[in-house]
């Protein structure tokens, strides 16, 4: 059924849902870095960083921010969003992204997801749209893109705006397009587990200039650009670290070769577990590119009764795992009467396999294998 040296049996190696991958490249810019004395926000490996990532992402702007979290915020503030103020996001996320809505004093409002991408659905934005409504957050969960058509043409219809989360999915494609910079604006997130890591880490991308200034402009406490230490209104401090970008620059260089490792793990997953019913990997749809940030497993609802022994099992073998994430409409501070069915289900049934890019195939036909052990009847 599987073949493989199963060599972490018995050994103490503990296989990790993701590490990031650090070569001599990463150390020698981070080094000439601290060598040169700009340790803090200002440096050349700042301007380096964003410059290419905009480049990267075919958008006119980037801004580096301190993580993805302080990127999402700085996207929903500049937007002028505020108390009283709606924003939708699909109810099967991390937490940030309604935590961003919150900082602001607006409301997160949760849609759910569609069965086959496991991203908002734009049927069930659209019922949960009002007069509050003031933008919508897609998230490129895991690594697949969100269907941007049916959700730039709801954003048009009801002049919305659109900040694309694509904290999980650098380098994603939505019909031939990288995501981020579809939307008003994109964000990311570098943080240790990402495809491209600054420690911690984050970004905004736009074509419009005038949110990037005001990016810019709030990410620096705000303070007037011809008047120093004048602040005409409240700003933040979420700036990146010269050390942080001098090594989100080499990941950088490096991006093709990672995302491409991405896609070989997951062949490897789906080689390695092909046969084995009640079992989904990653969806991946005709229009879409899946970057797989995470290598997922959904159980089928008549075997989602063991996600929790088949955690255990891969734990006494050595192997880390994730729950799916719970759904945020589920949370105290988010509670809502509403039920978004499949986010529910989905966020059940789903759990996060090992996924660094050092995973090697015969590690990854070790886990297929306790999988097999665990389900097969
Ligand atoms: C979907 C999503 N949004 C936002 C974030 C927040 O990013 P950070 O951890 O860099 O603040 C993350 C990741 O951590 C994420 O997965």
Known sequence: MINGNHKNKGSNKFISISSPSITQKEIDFVKDAVESGWVSSLGKYIKIFEDKFAEFCGTKYALATSNGTAALHLAVALLGIKEGDEVIIPDLTFIATANAVSYTGARPVCADIEAETWCIDP????????ERTKAIIPVHLYGHPADMDGIMNLAKEYKLYVIEDASEAHGARYKNRMVGSIGDLGVFSFYGNKIITTGEGGMITTNNPGFYEKAAFLRDHAMSKDKRYWHPEIGFNYRLTNLQAALGVAQLERIAELI???????????????GLNGIKLNPQKDWAENVYWMICLLLEESISG????LMQKLKQN?????PFFYPISLMPMYKSEEINRIA???SRRGLNLPSGVELTRDEVRYIAHAIYEQIMP
Do not use: A, H
Not at 123 to 130: A, D, G, H, L, P
Not at 260 to 274: D, V
Not at 306 to 309: D, V, W
């Open 318 to 322: 050595g192997i880390d795992s994730r």
């Open 123 to 130: 049927k069930s934005i659209r019922k949960k749209i009002t």
């Open 344 to 346: 529910y289900s989905v």
């Open 260 to 274: 491409n490792k991405k896609r070989r793990i997951f062949k490897w997953y789906e080689q390695s577990l092909k």
């Open 306 to 309: 063991k996600r929790e022994s």
